[in-house]
């Protein structure tokens, strides 16, 4: 099956600064990628959605200045935590998926960050 | 290295059927076992989470079972409804990692 990466698998930062994570698709081009967050023994919950070219569309209660996601090329779209506090700590997954609509996703190894 | 395991590839059974999906893992030093639901076109639904140190978890007609020992669980969905009609998906995380199964494409036919 198709590759889907992200980068770093895990940071450490520091409350206040900002923290970008990569997820490329390896192999195929993605037209469409989602973004999810999972806190310790907690369900996933989508963040956004983004296609390629066009702003991310954000789940309620999702802060679109925090969690900004550009999906500027066909095999790579980031997710930038702005200004991280402590409670921003968590897993965070992407998934991609080629084409629009009905196509399968493939989903990375997520991208454990923790905020200090 | 961890591999994630899911049979059938796909199925397709009438409505009002129990049913059971599989996934097999091959290291048991396991976090935590997750069942999502992917419809298509949308993200994943998060259905069921057993941690390490838990058998199974009930939600509704959903129940998901852990053997680790075995390096398996079991999604049973009781009373199966058109509306279950779905990719399920099992992942488990591992080494910090979330390693996927392939997903298993379920028809509930009227």
């Known amino acids: 099956g198709a590759v889907v990466s992200q980068h770093p698998s895990w940071v450490i930062c520091k409350s206040g600064t900002s923290v970008k994570i990569e997820c490329r698709s390896l192999?195929?081009?993605?037209?469409?990628m989602f973004w999810y967050r999972q806190f310790p023994k907690q369900s996933l919950m989508l963040m956004a959605t983004?296609?390629?070219?066009?702003?991310?569309?954000?789940e309620q209660g999702v802060e679109k200045d925090k969690f900004l996601i550009n999906h500027a090329s066909l095999t790579l779209s980031t997710l930038t935590v702005t200004s991280a506090h402590p409670e921003d700590s968590s897993f965070y997954i992407c998934?991609?998926?080629?084409?629009?609509?009905?196509?399968?996703?493939?989903f990375g190894p997520g991208t454990r960050l923790t905020v200090l | 290295k961890q591999e994630v395991t899911q049979i059938p590839a796909a199925l397709s059974v009438p409505e009002g059927e129990n049913l059971v999906l599989n996934c097999s893992f091959t290291?048991?030093?396991?976090?935590?076992l997750q069942w999502f639901r992917q419809d298509p076109g949308k993200g994943l639904t998060s259905l069921l989470l057993i941690q390490s140190s838990q058998r199974e978890q009930t939600s509704g007609r959903l129940n998901a079972s852990l053997d680790k020992s075995s390096g398996r669980s079991t999604l049973y969905i009781a009373a199966s409804q058109p509306g279950d009609s779905a990719t399920y998906l099992c992942a488990v995380d591992s080494n910090y990692q979330l390693i996927w199964g392939a997903g298993t494409k379920l028809i509930i036919k009227p």
């Open positions: 998934s991609a998926e080629e084409g629009q609509g009905g196509n399968e996703q493939f």
């Open positions: 983004s296609n390629e070219g066009s702003k991310a569309t954000y």
């Open positions: 290291d048991s030093a396991i976090y935590n």
């Open positions: 192999d195929f081009q993605a037209t469409t």
